[in-house]
């Protein structure tokens, strides 16, 4: 007798039980392998944007023109009557002469559709026409400017009333950064020559 042979109808439910196990403990793993690589990229993406926000205001500050040139100050920032946050500097363009001389404004508002979003505006100082204020970033929830005056750190600054500050904090709450804190930097601008 020629008895064929075969799998059981048990054995084949099994296989196909143990399989399932398999392929769904599998899926798991590139499921949460996947999220973690989102996860890394959307806050490497968010920390590079902060570093080259950060190297930005570093390179203007320390172009930062000292003289209040008539009533236009050389620092000022805080919130405006928008209750954004803002800053607003003279700076020269290499260190060069008054001619070099530009007048940057930064703040932190909404765009058309009413995501946050960082504007930059810029001019030379003896231009007549207003600067064109551009679209520099997204992907910030918060921006606060700190003003240092050698005893504590200030929330406003006019360098019309309280002249240059030691130091100047910035910090940025970024988008996709998840249970980070916030990005902080201080700059420490050029110092006024004392003659002697």
């Known amino acids: 007798m020629n008895r064929q042979q075969g799998f059981t109808l048990l ?6 039980a143990l399989a399932s196990i398999l392929l769904t403990s599998i899926y798991g793993v590139v499921s949460t392998t996947s999220d ?3 996860k890394i990229e959307s806050q490497g993406a968010a920390l590079h944007l902060g570093r080259v926000l950060i190297a930005r205001l570093d390179r203007e500050l320390l172009g930062l023109n ?4 008539g009533s236009t100050p050389a620092l000022r920032g805080g919130i405006n009557s928008l209750g954004e946050t803002y800053i607003e500097l003279l700076t020269n363009s290499g260190g060069g002469l008054r001619q070099a001389t530009r007048q940057i404004y930064y703040r932190l508002g909404p765009d058309k559709e009413g995501q946050m979003t960082l504007w ?3 001019k030379s100082f003896n231009s007549l026409l207003a600067a064109h204020e551009e679209n520099l970033a997204h992907g ?4 606060s400017f700190y003003f240092f005056d050698g005893h504590s750190w200030r929330n406003e600054w006019n360098s019309l009333n309280n002249g240059q500050p030691m130091l100047v904090k ?3 709450s970024l988008q996709g950064i998840g249970e980070m804190p916030p990005l902080v930097s201080v700059f420490d601008l050029p110092q006024r020559r004392k003659t002697p």
């Not at 000292?66 to 040139?69: A, D, F, Q, R, T």
């Not at 910030?140 to 921006?143: A, P, Q, S, T, W």
């Open 66 to 69: 000292l003289e209040n040139l």
């Open 120 to 122: 930059r505006a810029e």
């Open 11 to 16: 054995e084949v439910l099994i296989a196909i």
């Open 36 to 38: 973690a690589k989102e």
């Open 170 to 172: 910035a910090e940025f």
């Open 140 to 143: 910030i929830d918060k921006l």
